[in-house]
């Protein structure tokens, strides 16, 4: 079926950048919306970024200007560059997807990633 692959993450310092990627794979039509959810220890998982396939982006109030997000679609692949890092970013990050599969018209089927650790020191 389909399986999200998320890379990137690692501790860096504050003030520094990091950059996630997600690639899709298996018996993909196309995919509508992707996008980035973290969730912090004690906290629930919140929408980070998102982006649509025409390249529509949202963004958490809390990393407008820090944060970008991007896809390829030709490769399946969502991107997260995160730039001006703070404690308060550390998290698992998991990736989403909304995916359109091969023969399944437009039913869309919701998949995650198995999350990637980003820890941000101070």
């Known amino acids: 079926q389909v399986q999200l692959v998320e890379s990137g993450g690692g501790l860096v310092q504050a003030g520094g950048s990091l950059r996630l990627s997600c690639a899709a794979s298996?018996?993909?039509?196309?995919?509508?919306?992707m996008g980035w959810y973290r969730q912090a220890p004690g906290k629930q998982r919140e929408l980070v970024a998102g982006?649509?396939?025409?390249?529509?982006?949202n963004y958490a109030d809390s990393v407008k200007g820090r944060f970008t997000i991007s896809r390829d679609n030709a490769k399946n692949t969502v991107y997260l560059q995160m730039n001006s890092l703070k404690p308060e970013d550390t998290a698992v990050y998991y990736c989403?997807?909304?995916?359109?599969?091969?023969?399944?018209?437009?039913?869309?089927?919701?998949?995650w990633g198995q999350g990637t650790q980003v820890t941000v020191s101070s």
């Open positions: 989403n997807a909304e995916v359109a599969l091969v023969g399944g018209g437009l039913k869309l089927y919701d998949h």
């Open positions: 298996g018996s993909i039509f196309s995919i509508n919306h």
């Open positions: 982006i649509i396939s025409g390249g529509s982006t």
